[in-house]
């Protein structure tokens, strides 16, 4: 088998007329995998597992019992806990650590018949835009392997990118699904705050983190939404809208479309993005969709807003990792104290170090208002206002990235400049409003991927995807 399926309608359709069968699906996916271990996507492959689920299901697809899932074969960031598999979210500190539990969103993937095939290399604790922040390695750009694949999960886009299974689930604190998806040509998208349980996600910063999927198709970015969506009572941060149920259809009307114009002239930019994000305007013009140019005056407050508000959820959640009752603990520790130093100091990587201390300072009493206090009240006022943009246009387009994948290396000793590659992504996450990037075109002097962002009103992917499709 040497075909490439781009969504599961193709893979189901093959296995009812009998030119396919899952084991062989599965397979195919396992020797892809084989095959492109260079690019450090994957840190497990479960095997075993994935084979003999494929028999059954298998078996169940011949009795017409399977669920919506069954064919697909899915990938899991390394940060998405799965019953007695090993989870580490690509630091040391978790050397060793099984899960007791699954996450909600694999218990909903498996009782739909999924197929969960390995986890992916990702930054360590989700903290970067490259994935060179791994404890494991750099993943690698498939397109272009000196080039990165974006962060932090960037293994869960190469596996999609790569054809390493169908589907891949990532997590998105400020871009980290939407820019890898972007640098890597497929779908990924940034659910509404509250819509995907976090119940099982290995926290970075609570009031950002959502689950969300990579995928080649927007009907099987729907599908998994449809599935993983709904109401947790393990996650308190739940909305209880229930779950998203998703029906694609043709956008009927004209759409009011809008686009910030801050976005499209900031200096950094790559000119190459902003002539197609406009070619992207103009097609959804001759589609009779209304465009308008807005301004957004708060684009150079949003990364800082957004680091100062991770970092601080940061410092509080990572403080669990101590080595006293799991994973790694350093061998020189003699008693309490040096346990906590030593296994802290020795186990967290020079990133994840970098934003606990940064986090840390600005709760200090000293400072907590100059800083904590105030971009909490910048938050709202991004919230707030980005809200009031929905009440009167439909959509936001802006570009995902301002500029394409960049090299390995090229970034990795600049911080500032790293944290920049999240410029037009973070404002859904202070927001909580869901965004969608869709895989538009290349980069005419380098090939690589380019991605277009849309953004909606809470709760509506249902809109985005639909003009995604269209």
Not at 384 to 396: C, G
Request: glycine residues 8%; negative net charge.
């Amino acid at each position: 088998m040497k075909k490439r399926f781009s969504s599961l309608i193709e893979i189901q359709k093959e296995i009812s007329n009998g030119s396919l069968i899952l084991p062989d699906l599965v397979d195919y996916y396992l020797s892809q995998i084989n095959m492109h271990q260079n690019l450090n996507a994957f840190l497990e492959v479960f095997e075993d597992e994935a084979r003999k689920k494929s028999i059954e299901i298998q078996s169940k697809l011949n009795a017409g019992t399977a669920g919506k899932l069954a064919g697909m074969v899915i990938a899991l960031k390394d940060n998405i806990v799965y019953k007695d598999h090993r989870s580490s979210a690509s630091s040391k500190i978790l050397e060793g650590f099984e899960s007791l539990f699954s996450a909600t969103v694999v218990e909903r993937l498996l009782a739909e018949d999924a197929i969960i095939i390995g986890r992916t290399n990702c930054d360590e604790f989700a903290m970067g835009a490259s994935n060179e922040n791994s404890a494991f390695g750099p993943v690698l750009n498939a397109q272009d392997p000196s080039r990165v694949p974006g962060g932090s999960s960037g293994g869960s886009a190469v596996a999609v990118q790569a054809d390493m299974c169908l589907a891949s689930l990532g997590s998105d604190t400020g871009g980290s699904i939407r820019q890898p998806a972007a640098f890597t040509g497929i779908y990924g998208m940034y659910p509404t705050y509250g819509a995907i349980s976090r119940w099982g996600l290995i926290a970075f910063a609570s009031s950002f983190d959502q689950i969300g999927p990579f995928t080649s198709s927007v009907s099987d970015m729907a599908l998994i939404l449809n599935v993983i969506s709904g109401v947790d009572d393990h996650d308190a941060s739940m909305s209880q809208n229930g779950s998203l149920n998703i029906q694609l259809e043709p956008t009927q009307k004209s759409l009011k479309i809008a686009y910030i114009k801050d976005c499209i002239e900031h200096e950094g930019l790559d000119p190459e993005i902003k002539k197609a994000t406009l070619q992207y305007l103009e097609v959804l013009k001759s589609k009779g969709h209304t465009i308008h140019e807005i301004s957004f005056p708060y684009l150079d407050q949003m990364v800082p807003t957004y680091q100062i508000l991770t970092t601080a959820e940061a410092s509080s959640n990572l403080s669990r990792f101590s080595g006293l009752t799991y994973g790694n603990r350093s061998a020189n520790a003699k008693d309490l104290e040096s346990t906590f130093k030593n296994t802290r100091s020795e186990g967290f990587g020079e990133e994840v170090k970098r934003r606990i201390m940064l986090g840390t300072f600005v709760l200090t009493s000293d400072f907590y208002d100059a800083y904590y206090t105030k971009a909490q009240k910048v938050r709202q006022i991004i919230r707030t206002e980005t809200l009031e943009i929905l009440k009167q246009y439909d959509i936001i387009v802006t570009p995902t990235t301002s500029t394409v994948a960049f090299k390995i290396g090229e970034k990795s000793n600049n911080p500032i400049a790293m944290y920049l590659a999240d410029l037009f992504t973070v404002q859904s996450n202070l927001a909580g409003i869901p965004a969608l990037s869709i895989p538009y075109t290349h980069h005419s002097e380098n090939g690589m991927p380019i991605g277009i962002q849309l953004m909606g009103r809470p709760f509506e992917e249902e809109l985005l995807l639909s003009l995604a499709q269209d």
